[in-house]
């Protein structure tokens, strides 16, 4: 799988650049991959760097490999006369192939060859390399959203929908990523446009919990005006967790009716 390197008017907007600090920054890929792994999106897909070096370059690091391996000293394995049965003399053997060939892949690892750092996405199960395209739209989607909150620092951030083509539980858990991107080292504010009661829920219920502070949280609820444009009402909220204003256009009183109807 290959990303361009390259910015331009949409690297932000449009998540490209997401792949490049993936591929370049490993604590940013660990949490990422937790995210993918069971624990989260209950996906067998990990991300991964994988070195690319040309055939040309390699010949010089597996021979001084090869070098190496004859100086450290071969076992030696009797060698038999076909006619007689008798030994004739003796042939070196490399006893654990496995660890020879380990030790020539450091070896060419470990030297100044030129390489490309390559990102790519492999399925767990089977070990082979999938692409972006391969595992729904859903991961492609979110992978932005996270690299924003992990690998920002002190920034502003603003996102449109980020729980968009998400489950409900994952949705909430969104929300824990933005109070760790918002709180701690990070220090980032967050704008988001959600239409999600799941990741508004999630906050409210850490701040009932203490997790987060009342004051962390500012809730803006857009809303349209009968002849023209609109007007942005500010929800403020309370120590434990509630809403002290009502819901213009009953935005969490859907769920109730939808749960209540026909009782």
Same mark, same amino acid.
């Given at each position: 799988?290959?990303?361009?390197?390259?910015?331009?008017?949409?690297?932000?907007?449009?998540?490209?650049?997401?792949?490049?600090?993936?591929?370049?920054?490993?604590?940013?890929?660990?949490?990422?991959?937790?995210?993918?792994?069971?624990?989260?999106?209950?996906?067998?897909?990990?991300?991964?760097?994988?070195?690319?070096?040309?055939?040309?370059?390699?010949?010089?690091?597996?021979?001084?490999?090869?070098?190496?391996?004859?100086?450290?000293?071969?076992?030696?394995?009797?060698?038999?006369?076909?006619?007689?049965?008798?030994?004739?003399?003796?042939?070196?053997?490399?006893?654990?192939?496995?660890?020879?060939?380990?030790?020539?892949?450091?070896?060419?690892?470990?030297? *100044?060859?030129?390489?490309?750092?390559?990102?790519? %996405?492999? +399925?767990?199960? /089977?070990?082979? &390399?999938?692409?972006?395209? @391969?595992?729904?739209?859903?991961?492609?989607?979110?992978?932005?959203?996270?690299?924003?909150?992990?690998?920002?620092?002190?920034?502003?951030?603003?996102?449109?929908?980020?729980?968009?083509?998400?489950?409900?539980?994952?949705?909430?858990?969104?929300?824990?990523?933005?109070?760790?991107?918002?709180?701690?080292?990070?220090?980032?504010?967050?704008?988001?446009?959600?239409?999600?009661?799941?990741?508004?829920?999630?906050?409210?219920?850490?701040?009932?919990?203490?997790?987060?502070?009342?004051? *962390?949280?500012?809730?803006?609820?857009?809303?349209? %005006?009968? +002849?023209?444009? /609109?007007?942005? &009402?500010?929800?403020?909220? @309370?120590?434990?967790?509630?809403?002290?204003?009502?819901?213009?256009?009953?935005?969490?009183?859907?769920?109730?009716?939808?749960?209540?109807?026909?009782?």
């Amino acid at each position: 799988m290959a990303f361009s390197e390259h910015e331009d008017a949409n690297w932000y907007a449009g998540g490209g650049y997401a792949w490049d600090v993936v591929r370049r920054d490993d604590a940013v890929r660990k949490a990422v991959n937790t995210w993918l792994s069971s624990d989260k999106l209950k996906t067998p897909y990990e991300l991964m760097v994988r070195s690319l070096v040309a055939v040309d370059q390699m010949y010089l690091p597996i021979e001084a490999g090869l070098e190496q391996l004859q100086q450290d000293g071969l076992e030696m394995e009797p060698d038999y006369d076909d006619r007689t049965g008798q030994p004739s003399g003796a042939f070196p053997i490399i006893r654990d192939v496995n660890l020879a060939a380990q030790d020539l892949v450091l070896g060419v690892d470990d030297s *100044d060859i030129d390489r490309i750092k390559e990102l790519v %996405l492999i +399925d767990k199960r /089977s070990g082979t &390399v999938v692409t972006h395209r @391969d595992v729904g739209i859903g991961i492609s989607q979110v992978l932005p959203v996270l690299v924003l909150a992990y690998a920002s620092k002190g920034k502003i951030l603003a996102m449109e929908q980020p729980e968009i083509h998400l489950h409900p539980a994952l949705q909430a858990e969104l929300g824990d990523v933005f109070i760790e991107g918002a709180l701690g080292d990070r220090g980032n504010t967050f704008i988001l446009e959600t239409h999600s009661e799941h990741l508004i829920l999630r906050l409210l219920r850490r701040i009932r919990e203490g997790k987060l502070k009342k004051e *962390d949280l500012g809730v803006l609820f857009v809303e349209p %005006l009968p +002849d023209r444009g /609109s007007r942005v &009402v500010e929800l403020r909220v @309370d120590e434990d967790g509630d809403f002290i204003d009502s819901w213009p256009g009953g935005f969490f009183e859907e769920s109730y009716r939808e749960k209540f109807a026909g009782r």
